[in-house]
């Protein structure tokens, strides 16, 4: 039933058929979580030879020991690893620890206290700003949050962020000195950016004060479910357009081998990378080199990186394929919401009505099933429709998330019906 060409009695009844069926199931006392996108326990078993793998040969090939200090910028054939990801040249990798979330918390608060290549600390600017794509990744916009920098909202689109508002926004404001980007499989919408989105990126280096950097997340370069998707090379473009020291780029293992004991890797052009190694003297005398000898041989002597993806899309694929058919079976038909259909990455981005988002969540929890906070998705948690929820379909096993999206759908159906009888 469509909910615009429903009568009044139509919807009380179908609200109260839905409202009976809601509290049968809260008598259930579920405890599902469908939060964030944590890879589930049979991902993460893909990557248990790295247990023992070195079998007491520390030694790199180099020769580095990798159980004593040194080595800022991590081992080479880790680098050879970021850059595969990265598709970079090596000399313009770093690899670090297991969190690139850390190389971007370091390299902003760089750019925050004490500049990139030479330029002007943001710190020393009346109001930096940051460009925001939303919805998109939360962690972002609290670092942003933490430093005080202001947060600009942009729309996300099918093709990324909406470029003529971005190009408006840093030619007309000098203290915007970067952009957060997703650009693989973006965060939650899974959009992944065209050509011309890419190309365009490249080019705000030649307008944008010096200070601008645009922050690269490709969290998800490798993360394909269905056919291969291709991302057009940022650092291709910005060499193309003289701007190359205005990217920074960021990658990991968290979601490739296992999430808590990774690789991440931060690449960038040489000024940059030392500007990043100038701080990074002060604050560490080197990496992990243990966990990235271990890396290395496992992508060496077991499984390629390609042929790994490939046993993680495997298990994801049925996850997506659940929760985009409870969506379309419950809800195309009702005008209760619209989502998108990722073909990789991690999550599925569903908008309710206006206004509802908030609702839907409390109601399924309440039920049992956690989700995603509504407003997550916006910088400071404010989404100024009240649409916006990220489902995470990775980390509980098929049966449950089967269970969590029969729940989530009546959520949505529940809450839109109250919304159109003025109950909420």
């Excluded at 370091?106 to 925001?132: D, I, Q, S």
């Excluded at 490739?256 to 690789?263: D, K, Q, R």
């Excluded at 694929?317 to 005008?335: I, Q």
Aim: hydrophobic share 40%.
């Amino acid at each position: 039933m469509h909910i615009e060409s429903a009568t009044q009695e139509q919807l009380i009844e179908w609200e109260k058929e839905l409202s009976a069926h809601y509290n049968k199931i809260c008598q259930h006392e579920l405890s599902l979580d469908i939060t964030r996108g944590k890879p589930s326990a049979e991902q993460l078993k893909l990557s248990d030879k790295l247990d023992g793998i070195l079998s007491g040969d520390y030694r790199a090939a180099d020769g580095t020991d990798t159980r004593n200090y040194g080595g800022l910028i991590g081992l080479t054939c880790s680098r050879e690893l970021g850059a595969e990801m990265l598709q970079v040249p090596v000399n313009e990798v770093i690899a670090g620890g297991n969190s690139s979330l850390t190389l971007m918390y370091h390299a902003l608060v760089t750019g925050y206290l004490f500049g990139f290549a030479g330029t002007t600390p943001w710190r020393e600017l009346k109001a930096p700003k940051f460009l925001c794509p939303v919805p998109g990744y939360d962690r972002h916009f609290t670092i942003c949050e933490q430093l005080g920098i202001e947060m600009i909202n942009v729309p996300m689109g099918e093709q990324g962020p909406d470029m003529e508002l971005v190009e408006k926004l840093v030619r007309e404001d000098a203290e915007i000195v970067g952009i957060w980007c997703v650009p693989k499989f973006s965060n939650p919408t899974g959009a992944t950016y065209s050509k011309e989105t890419v190309e365009r990126l490249a080019q705000l280096g030649q307008f944008a004060g010096a200070s601008f950097r645009i922050f690269w997340d490709n969290a998800y370069s490798v993360h394909d479910i269905g056919n291969y998707v291709n991302l057009p090379n940022i650092r291709t473009a910005t060499l193309e357009n003289d701007t190359a020291d205005s990217v920074i780029q960021f990658a990991s293992t968290s979601k490739v081998t296992h999430a808590g004991a990774g690789v991440a890797f931060v690449s960038a052009s040489q000024a940059n990378l030392d500007s990043l190694k100038g701080q990074m003297q002060a604050m560490t005398i080197g990496p992990d080199k243990v966990n990235q000898l271990r890396h290395s041989r496992f992508f060496t002597e077991h499984t390629s990186l390609t042929e790994h993806m490939h046993k993680h899309a495997d298990i994801l694929r049925p996850k997506f394929e659940c929760v985009l058919e409870h969506l379309h079976n419950a809800l195309t038909d009702a005008d209760m919401g619209t989502w998108e259909k990722p073909e990789g990455g991690y999550f599925v981005s569903f908008n309710t009505l206006p206004g509802c988002a908030k609702a839907v969540v409390k109601m399924a929890a309440d039920a049992g099933v956690k989700l995603t906070p509504a407003g997550a998705t916006f910088p400071y948690g404010k989404d100024p429709e009240d649409s916006n929820i990220r489902i995470a379909p990775s980390f509980p096993p098929l049966e449950e998330l089967d269970t969590a999206m029969s729940v989530f759908v009546l959520c949505v159906k529940l809450v839109s019906l109250r919304k159109k009888l003025g109950k909420i």
